[in-house]
């Protein structure tokens, strides 16, 4: 433990490589105001995370660790802003493979099924932790696929939220290097993108379909019923307590009959005490809200 005497790392080293050091209490009260307010647990190894808060300090003119807490307490965009530097927003085009084939081979010929008789005839996805928006994409590629959008009398939405604006700027310009598309079958990237030098441009087709918009997945929000939710790599970076509670808020934003995909590995904790089916489809699991839930409680 630091004495808090002078500025010292966990090691009761000085840091010499960060100009503002960061003490040992006043990193775990990072990590618990994070966790109450954005859900996250920032299990990155310490030497890390104190580099890039310690950055994040100097980027703000903040002299001290202290300077930080007392910001965060008191200003939202102030917490959005350092997970802006902290968070992982790894991705990738059709990235969780089994879930992608399980959304375009069952869920997506299921649900025209079952809308066909529908008037409108509508399709509402969430992907929750969107990141640079290429897991939106993704979807928008699939449905464009499988359904017809444009002449077939559909209303398709698909929301797409993050936490970090950063991302959110990346996913609404919709340009992407000729390499992140490495694993996208060439028909699609034909259909679907145009060149721009050596980056590949969303055409409006995908874009249409898609809204990107910030949002903190710790907090409730009103966002209407979904057919569809996309969460994948989220959870397994929130704390139990606010994995449990997502979870719950998850299982009321579908509708009766909707699925949940989650990431590859990644289950909902049983604690979560909610009434899904789980279905295993080719190395996929997909959770499912249901039909019976709604016909009982007239949800
Ligand atoms: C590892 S990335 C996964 C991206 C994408 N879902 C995928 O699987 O390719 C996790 C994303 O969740 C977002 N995230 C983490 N905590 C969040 C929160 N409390 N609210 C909203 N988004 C959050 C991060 O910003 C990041 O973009």
Redesign the pocket.
Known sequence: MSTGSSPRTLNGRHKPCTSVAILEHELSELRLLLERE???LLDSPTDILMARVSNYLESRHLGSAPDLLSLLRSSETECESL?ETL??????FF??TNAFQTFAGKLLPELHQRKSGESPRTLRIW?????TG??SYSIAMSICHEVNCGGGGWNIHILA????RS?LQVAERGLYLRKALAQVPRPLIKAYFAKVGEHLLAKPRLRNLVTFTP????RPAYLGRFDCI?????LP??SVTQKIALVQRLHLYLEPGGYLLL?DGEKIPSAADVNFQMEKESGAVLYRKPLAVAAKSGK
């Open positions: 954005a859900g996250v997970l968070l992982d927003g790894d991705s990738g990235r969780h992907s929750a932790g969107c990141s290429v897991e939220s993050d936490i970090r991302a949002m903190n997945l710790a996309f969460c994948m790599d989220v970076h929130f990431g």
